[in-house]
């Protein structure tokens, strides 16, 4: 199998999309051939069966110089070889810019879209797309006809338990961007009530960046709450890290926290559920990968009275129970969202989509 592929971004340090170069890893296990045609490229190390073609962004190329540069790489590719299907990855614009093309040439084409906000662009996407896969069925905006599931695809080689204990005292962590979908107020103010209900020491480990200049305001207005609620001696706030890195600070923690409300998959949840770490989320659509522990995990969004509590009763938990529910939680992502769930699941759709 011969595969086009769309990416946003292909950097192996990227804190946010750093994950896609392991999937096009995973997957050149399973094709003849890969050629990835993406926004912006960074560092990686990629099989000798893949091949990256940048559109520019990462060299400060404009709109239409990017258009045109994908274009010559579209159609440098599809002269010189066969493709068998196209997987457009977080980047439906490319689907739409490309579908015309692929279509006259009988490509069929596969989009994956996994965020709440519905665009035109998408909704165009989902109609010239074959098939549209996403991780949770909540992550996906849209009308459901083309719609597959097919799992987070979390590397649990990478994410997984190595022996580590937990830090004393324990450390509660939060790992994304800083950016207000995020919610990161309510785990400041649940900080608060647990300090005074609990009366143990703790530490809340904020790990990550603002996405851009206009996430700057939401940051400041983090750390005045800091100051608001004198949490000074509990909550710090650390850069985002490579992918690379995240396990070592999955393993140090007691208890992950993710605020995100339902609509988004959140993946880094799942890696902390990788890690053996019990993880407290906001989002919905987790409850299947919850399973038994969704009394104990799952708490109302926005709702820190609620956060802190469910804090408190893992904190407090035998350390042996916290040791099962991670074990369980990681038995669950490796059924539901391992990296080789996904491949299994995407080489069946291009297949079956090649045999119609």
Known sequence: MRLLWFNLATDADDPILGFTTRWIEAMARRAEFIHVITMRAGRYELPENVRVYSVGKEKGYSEPRRAVEFYRHLFRVLREDRIDACFSHMIPIFTVMAAPILKAKGIPIVTWYAHPSLTWTLKLAHHLSDRMVTSLETTYPYRKDKLVVIGQAIDTDLFASDGTPPEEPPIILCVGRLSPVKDHPTLLRAAALLRERWGKPFRVVILGGPAGPKDEPYVRSLHRLVEELDLKDIISFHPPVPQKDLPGWYRRCTVYVNLTPTGSGDKVA???????????????????????????????????????????????????????????????????????????????????????
Do not use: Y
């Not at 009394?295 to 129970?321: N, V």
């Open 270 to 356: 799942l890696e902390a559920m990788a890690c053996g770490k019990p993880s407290i989320v906001a989002n919905e659509g987790f409850r299947k990968t919850l399973g038994r522990w969704t009394p104990h995990l799952l708490f109302r969004h926005g709702d820190p009275e609620d956060l802190a509590h469910k804090l408190a009763i893992l904190l407090t938990m035998d350390i042996h129970e916290r040791a099962v529910m991670g074990e369980q939680l990681r038995k669950a992502v490796l059924k539901q969202h391992s990296l080789e769930r996904l491949t299994d699941n995407l080489v069946g759709i291009f297949r079956a989509l090649q045999e119609r």
